[in-house]
């Protein structure tokens, strides 16, 4: 009923930019808190970024002053703008959502986007 389909991956070079978007869509009644994950090969998934309905943001140490989330409660968007790109940030990423939907009864889940693939490389 839900879906997150993300966008915007692909191959930069080191000090690139990209900006990935992740678009929810369904039968959505709202949405809470919405982040990005990160996972390389070889390593554990990584929390990378997350924003409340209210906008308040939190980003692993890594990538602060270099990354900004946003989101756009009006299409039901959130975004990952990543500047200054280093090989270390090459990853398959994931955006999430904790999502509040209403049929017959409320739910509160965690929804997942399919992931895009972030490359870093000369």
């Known amino acids: 009923q839900v879906q997150l389909v993300e966008s915007g991956g692909g191959l930069v070079q080191p000090g690139g930019s990209l900006r990935l978007s992740c678009a929810a869509s369904?039968?959505?009644?709202?949405?809470?808190?919405m982040g990005w994950y990160r996972q390389a090969p070889g390593k554990q998934r990584e929390l990378v970024a997350t924003?409340?309905?209210?906008?308040?943001?939190n980003y692993v140490e890594s990538v602060k002053g270099r990354f900004t989330i946003s989101r756009d409660n009006a299409k039901k968007t959130v975004y990952l703008q990543m500047n200054s790109l280093k090989p270390e940030d090459t990853a398959v990423y994931y955006c999430?959502?904790?999502?509040?939907?209403?049929?017959?009864?409320?739910?509160?889940?965690?929804?997942w986007g399919q992931g895009t693939q972030v490359t870093v490389s000369s």
């Open positions: 999430t959502a904790n999502i509040i939907t209403f049929k017959i009864v409320f739910k509160q889940e965690d929804y």
């Open positions: 369904g039968s959505i009644f709202s949405i809470n808190d």
């Open positions: 924003i409340t309905s209210g906008g308040s943001t």
